[in-house]
């Protein structure tokens, strides 16, 4: 009898459920749900090309930018796979400008799910490295009573869980529940998602930035003298460092989480509070890279301890190795205290 070498994402959910005495199992049925949402996506954008699912729908989503037809399908998968398994009180997603009620047919749980259908949409079309990120938490509203916002506008240091699928050369579930970051690759032989990374522990220091250069000239000054410190020559710290910025920010982060670096999307002159959002982007993302050993700040603060005001707000984001970030906030710190030096 052959012995059993791989550790499929259903299993790793199982025996992670056993760390936790108290657990009802409800949790893990529903990443297992999403896990097959993801896997339906993956199929969709692999063969996105030849299906008639790329480009623009016609439509505006809540942040007045125009909607591709794969976010919609991957919403809408999305809501579907998880509407009526029983875990969930309430939903909310990107491309939708209110909370999503769970459909009054079925069963009422306790999790409230975030997420962020597609990420990276301005690469979908180029067969770019995309992404599903997600972020779980548990009911502030009593059972039994009407869901609201302020379930879905808890700080990210209540989540219980969090995770992201990559739709790359190969498609890549990524979560934790709070004990360690584990990775998992679709293996499309038999549809299964097995473990090929576990306890993912990112480089205290890296030696690659990812942001948009383009946006340059409208930065805080300190985050200017940062990249300029970046790319001068020292070998003993290990600059300079490479640029690599895919505009996928799950592509980016997970890049630098395996290589060591730092992704950065800053408040700058024309967008004050970033551009990226707190409740279903850089809160997942900061759960995962501190689990894995990282730090994840709008520059000042932890991401995570961020208080949420609306359901789609923006926010500064630093995120990966820890001495890279303390490093970009120290540059800030001392170019608001001595802005003339
Ligand atoms: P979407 O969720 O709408 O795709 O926007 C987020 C995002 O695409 C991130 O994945 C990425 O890091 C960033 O926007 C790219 O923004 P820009 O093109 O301004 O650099």
């Not at 990524?174 to 990775?183: C, D, F, L, P």
Request: aromatic residues 10%; glycine residues 8%.
């Amino acid at each position: 009898m052959p012995q059993i070498k791989f550790m499929t994402l259903a299993r790793h959910i199982v025996e992670e459920e056993r760390k936790y005495p108290k657990a009802t199992g409800e949790l893990s049925n529903l990443l297992h749900d999403l896990s097959l949402a993801a896997k339906v996506i993956s199929l969709e954008v692999n063969k996105a090309g030849l299906a008639d699912i790329l480009g623009f729908t016609g439509d505006n989503n809540v942040h007045g930018e125009q909607v591709k037809k794969l976010d919609i399908f991957a919403n809408d998968m999305l809501v579907k796979a998880m509407d009526h398994g029983g875990h969930l009180c309430v939903m909310a997603s990107e491309e939708e400008e209110d909370i999503i009620p769970i459909p009054e047919q079925f069963k009422i749980g306790k999790y409230v799910l975030l997420f962020d259908p597609l990420d990276g949409s301005s690469n979908i079309d180029a067969n770019v490295s995309i992404g599903t990120i997600f972020s779980i938490y548990r009911r502030v509203t009593p059972d039994g009573h009407p869901r609201t916002m302020a379930d879905c506008l808890q700080p990210g240091v209540n989540q219980v869980a969090a995770g992201y699928i990559i739709y790359g050369s190969s498609t890549i579930f990524v979560y934790t529940a709070g004990k360690g970051v584990h990775a998992f690759t679709l293996d499309p032989a038999f549809g299964e998602f097995l473990l090929s990374h576990t306890n993912i522990q990112i480089p205290k220091k890296g030696k690659i930035y990812s942001i948009n250069e383009g946006n340059y000239l409208y930065w805080h000054p300190g985050l200017k003298k940062y990249i300029k410190y970046l790319q001068e020559e020292d070998k003993k710290t290990k600059r300079p460092y490479s640029g690599r910025y895919i505009g996928s920010m799950v592509a980016d982060i997970h890049r630098n989480m395996l290589y060591g670096g730092i992704f950065m999307y800053p408040a700058d002159s024309r967008h004050p509070t970033g551009k990226l959002r707190l409740q279903y982007e850089c809160n997942p993302m900061a759960f995962i890279v501190e689990q894995a050993g990282g730090r994840a700040t709008n520059g000042k603060i932890r991401i995570m301890e961020v208080q949420p005001e609306k359901l789609h707000q923006r926010v500064p984001i630093f995120i990966g190795s820890e001495e890279d970030v303390l490093m970009v906030e120290k540059f800030m710190a001392e170019s608001e205290e001595h802005p003339d030096k």
